[in-house]
C-alpha cells in the first residue's frame, strides 16, 4: 500500500503497521479505535482530478489512491458506488430550501450504502487469508457483507449474527446470499457480543465497523463520489442518518482527504441525525460528556444502535466540520419517507430518511438557512422494510371489478379522475 503510512489509535496516538486484520490499539481496548493515515504530499504528486477523470471505472475502486488496499487485491465483482445524485426542486419547496440534491446510495448492490464497507471488507480478508468473514449487524451490514462475499471468486463464506428483531426482508437477503446466519434471540447489543466471542474462538475476519478501522475508509467514497459528482463544488451541508457512528465518521474522513489533496476548497458542515428513542451519539455531542448506553426504542432499525463504538470518530468529525446533531421522531421518520417518493421516486428505507427528517427540523428552526446548498444522502431503500413503509403509506383502495364502484369510491375520495 504505497500511499498508506500507519494505523493511528485515536486514544493514545500510537501508530502501528497497516495489517489487513489489526483491529484496535492493543493498548487501549474499545477505546482504541485506529484511523489509517495516508501521504497526502505523495498522493498529490501522482494522482490529479485529471487522471481520475479518465477512469471509466464507475465504483468506489476508481479513488484507489485514497483506499488501503495492495496493487493486486482481489476485488468483489459487484459494481458498489457511483449511486445517482438527484438535484429535486420539488423536495426543496418542501423542505423550504432553494436547492437540494439527494444521494440514492440505496441504489448499491444490496441495497445501502454499506455495501461501502462491505466491498472493502471482502477485499481486507482476502489480503488476511481469511475464508470466513463475520459481522453482527440489524440488516444492511449484514446482507451487504453476505453479497459481497458471495460474489468473490473462491470458497470465501460469511457468518452473521442479527437481533431478533432485525426485518424479515434484510434475513431473506442473508438466506438467499448463501450466508450462515443466526438469530440472536436477544438485542443487537447481545448479538455482537456474541459475534466477538464466536470471531475470537475461531479466528474469523472481524467485519464489524466499530472495530474494524478499514470499514471507515470504504464507506468514505459516499462522500469523495459526491464531490466529484457535483465536479467539486462543495455544498454547505451534508446530511446523514446516524447508528453506530461510521458513516458520517467516514464522510469527514473522505471530504479530509480531499481537502489534504487539494481536490477541494472547503469542507461542508456535517449534520447527524438520530432517532429520538436511541440517540446516545446526540446526547454526548450535546452535553460533551462520555457516551451512556441508551434503549433501542425505534422502528428505524439500522440507526438502533444503543451502545455504538463509533460514537468518538462521529462526533470529532461534526466538530470539525462545524457541524451539528439533531433528533427525530418515528413518525417525523414515516412522515418523510412518503414526502422523500412523493416529490423524487426515491423510496428510503426509514433509517435512509431520518437524515432527511432532521434536515427539516433544521431549517424549520432557522439552523440551516433557505439559500444554504445541501446534500442528503439516503443511506437504504425502502424494500428492505417494507413492513414500516406500509405504516407510512397506509393501504391500497379496494374496490371490485366495476367502473361504476370505482367512480363511487373516486367521488368519496375526492380523488382526480
Same mark, same amino acid.
Given at each position: 500500500?504505497?500511499?498508506?503510512?500507519? =494505523?493511528?489509535?485515536?486514544?493514545?496516538?500510537k501508530?502501528?503497521?497497516?495489517?489487513?486484520?489489526?483491529?484496535?490499539?492493543?493498548?487501549?481496548?474499545?477505546?482504541g =479505535?485506529?484511523?489509517?493515515?495516508?501521504?497526502?504530499?505523495?498522493?498529490?504528486?501522482?494522482?490529479?482530478?485529471?487522471?481520475?477523470?479518465?477512469?471509466?471505472?464507475?465504483?468506489?475502486w476508481?479513488?484507489?489512491?485514497l483506499?488501503?488496499?495492495?496493487d493486486?487485491?482481489?476485488?468483489?465483482?459487484?459494481?458498489?458506488?457511483?449511486?445517482?445524485?438527484?438535484?429535486?426542486?420539488?423536495?426543496?419547496?418542501? $423542505?423550504?430550501?432553494?436547492?437540494?440534491?439527494?444521494?440514492?446510495?440505496?441504489?448499491?448492490?444490496?441495497?445501502?450504502?454499506?455495501?461501502?464497507?462491505?466491498?472493502?471488507?471482502?477485499?481486507?480478508?482476502d489480503?488476511?487469508g481469511?475464508?470466513?468473514?463475520?459481522?453482527?449487524?440489524?440488516?444492511?451490514?449484514?446482507?451487504?457483507l453476505?453479497?459481497?462475499?458471495?460474489?468473490m471468486?473462491?470458497?470465501?463464506?460469511?457468518?452473521?449474527?442479527?437481533?431478533?428483531?432485525?426485518?424479515?426482508?434484510?434475513?431473506?437477503? $442473508?438466506?438467499?446470499?448463501?450466508?450462515?446466519?443466526?438469530?440472536?434471540?436477544?438485542?443487537?447489543?447481545?448479538a455482537?457480543? $456474541?459475534?466477538?466471542?464466536?470471531?475470537?474462538?475461531?479466528?474469523?475476519?472481524?467485519?464489524?465497523?466499530?472495530?474494524?478501522?478499514?470499514?471507515?475508509e470504504?464507506?468514505?467514497?459516499?462522500? !469523495?463520489?459526491?464531490?466529484?459528482?457535483?465536479?467539486?463544488?462543495?455544498?454547505?451541508?451534508?446530511?446523514?442518518?446516524?447508528?453506530?457512528?461510521?458513516?458520517?465518521?467516514?464522510?469527514?474522513?473522505?471530504?479530509?482527504?480531499?481537502?489534504?489533496?487539494?481536490?477541494?476548497?472547503?469542507?461542508?458542515?456535517?449534520?447527524g441525525?438520530q432517532?429520538?428513542?436511541?440517540?446516545?451519539?446526540?446526547e454526548?455531542?450535546?452535553?460533551?460528556?462520555?457516551l451512556?448506553?441508551?434503549?433501542?426504542?425505534?422502528?428505524?432499525?439500522? !440507526?438502533?444502535?444503543?451502545?455504538?463504538?463509533?460514537?468518538?470518530?462521529? !462526533?470529532?468529525?461534526?466538530?470539525?466540520?462545524?457541524?451539528?446533531?439533531?433528533?427525530?421522531?418515528?413518525?417525523e421518520?414515516?412522515?418523510?419517507?412518503?414526502?422523500?417518493?412523493?416529490?423524487?421516486?426515491?423510496?428510503g428505507?426509514?433509517?435512509?430518511?431520518?437524515?432527511?427528517?432532521?434536515?427539516?427540523?433544521?431549517?424549520?428552526?432557522?439552523?440551516?438557512?433557505?439559500?444554504?446548498?445541501?446534500?442528503?444522502?439516503?443511506?437504504?431503500?425502502? =424494500?428492505?422494510?417494507?413492513?414500516?413503509? !406500509?405504516?407510512?403509506?397506509?393501504?391500497?383502495?379496494?374496490?371490485?371489478?366495476?367502473?361504476?364502484?370505482?367512480?363511487?369510491?373516486?367521488?368519496?375520495?375526492? $380523488?382526480?379522475?
Open positions: 500500500m504505497k500511499y498508506v503510512k500507519s =494505523l493511528k489509535c485515536i486514544n493514545c496516538g501508530e502501528y503497521e497497516a495489517e489487513p486484520d489489526r483491529y484496535l490499539c492493543p493498548d487501549c481496548g474499545e477505546k =479505535l485506529l484511523d489509517v493515515k495516508y501521504d497526502y504530499e505523495k498522493i498529490k504528486k501522482n494522482w490529479s482530478k485529471k487522471e481520475l477523470n479518465s477512469n471509466q471505472k464507475l465504483n468506489i476508481r479513488y484507489r489512491p483506499l488501503p488496499i495492495e493486486d487485491s482481489q476485488k468483489p465483482p459487484l459494481r458498489v458506488g457511483w449511486t445517482p445524485l438527484y438535484e429535486s426542486k420539488d423536495l426543496a419547496e418542501e $423542505l423550504g430550501l432553494d436547492s437540494i440534491y439527494i444521494k440514492d446510495d440505496g441504489l448499491n448492490p444490496t441495497g445501502s450504502l454499506k455495501d461501502r464497507a462491505s466491498a472493502m471488507a471482502a477485499v481486507k480478508a489480503e488476511a481469511a475464508k470466513t468473514v463475520a459481522c453482527s449487524s440489524t440488516g444492511n451490514a449484514a446482507s451487504s453476505a453479497g459481497n462475499i458471495a460474489s471468486p473462491g470458497d470465501m463464506r460469511a457468518v452473521i449474527f442479527v437481533p431478533k428483531r432485525a426485518p424479515e426482508g434484510k434475513v431473506t437477503q $442473508l438466506l438467499i446470499y448463501g450466508a450462515e446466519v443466526i438469530s440472536v434471540q436477544g438485542s443487537y447489543e447481545e455482537f457480543y $456474541l459475534s466477538e466471542k464466536a470471531i475470537d474462538k475461531w479466528g474469523w475476519y472481524n467485519r464489524n465497523a466499530a472495530i474494524n478501522p478499514y470499514m471507515v470504504g464507506k468514505k467514497t459516499a462522500a !469523495i463520489e459526491m464531490a466529484e459528482q457535483l465536479n467539486w463544488d462543495m455544498p454547505d451541508w451534508v446530511v446523514f442518518s446516524v447508528g453506530d457512528g461510521c458513516t458520517i465518521a467516514g464522510a469527514w474522513k473522505g471530504l479530509y482527504d480531499l481537502k489534504q489533496i487539494g481536490f477541494i476548497d472547503k469542507v461542508p458542515k456535517l449534520l441525525v432517532a429520538e428513542g436511541c440517540a446516545p451519539i446526540t454526548a455531542f450535546r452535553s460533551g460528556k462520555d451512556e448506553v441508551t434503549g433501542e426504542n425505534t422502528l428505524a432499525d439500522s !440507526i438502533a444502535v444503543g451502545k455504538p463504538r463509533n460514537y468518538k470518530k462521529a !462526533i470529532d468529525g461534526i466538530k470539525a466540520s462545524k457541524g451539528d446533531m439533531i433528533n427525530v421522531s418515528d413518525d421518520i414515516l412522515e418523510m419517507m412518503k414526502v422523500l417518493g412523493r416529490t423524487t421516486g426515491v423510496f428505507e426509514p433509517a435512509g430518511v431520518a437524515g432527511l427528517a432532521g434536515l427539516k427540523k433544521m431549517v424549520k428552526k432557522g439552523e440551516i438557512s433557505p439559500e444554504e446548498k445541501v446534500v442528503n444522502v439516503i443511506t437504504g431503500n425502502g =424494500l428492505k422494510d417494507v413492513k414500516n413503509a !406500509i405504516k407510512a403509506a397506509g393501504n391500497p383502495l379496494k374496490v371490485e371489478a366495476n367502473l361504476d364502484k370505482l367512480t363511487n369510491i373516486f367521488d368519496e375520495n375526492n $380523488l382526480i379522475k
